[in-house]
């Protein structure tokens, strides 16, 4: 079973950056794909970045060049450093990890955190 805990939430205004911590309980946790999902209220859950188990990145559009997703093995924790945010970006942050290194759709992820908020002020 994987724990993961997210930190790092909370209120910046437009432009501004915020970065997201994971941490995970689990001891092979450079076995795990880690990644971050994004909800807002009444929408579906959407794909935000992964990293792979040998460090290979990706983002959904709403990410690339804003957004940078990290991960130190040692330490088992993943971060999402969010640069230039917009109104848009306001959600609750979910940490995510699964065995399969490219998974971008909620249901191949097996495990969840209970999620971040994250509010961007216009």
């Known amino acids: 079973q994987v724990q993961l805990v997210e930190s790092g939430g909370g209120l910046v205004q437009a432009g501004g950056s915020l970065e997201l911590s994971c941490t995970a309980s689990?001891?092979?946790?450079?076995?795990?794909?880690v990644g971050w999902f994004r909800q807002d209220p009444g929408a579906e859950r959407e794909f935000v970045a992964v990293?792979?188990?040998?460090?290979?990145?990706n983002y959904a559009d709403c990410a690339k060049g804003r957004f940078t997703i990290t991960r130190d093995n040692a330490k088992r924790t993943v971060s999402l450093k969010m640069n230039s945010l917009k109104p848009e970006d306001t959600a609750v942050y979910y940490c995510?990890?699964?065995?399969?290194?490219?998974?971008?759709?909620?249901?191949?992820?097996?495990?969840w955190g209970q999620g971040t908020q994250v509010t961007v002020s216009s």
């Open positions: 995510v990890a699964s065995f399969d290194p490219w998974a971008v759709v909620a249901h191949n992820y097996d495990y």
């Open positions: 689990v001891r092979t946790f450079s076995s795990y794909a």
């Open positions: 990293i792979s188990q040998a460090g290979g990145t």
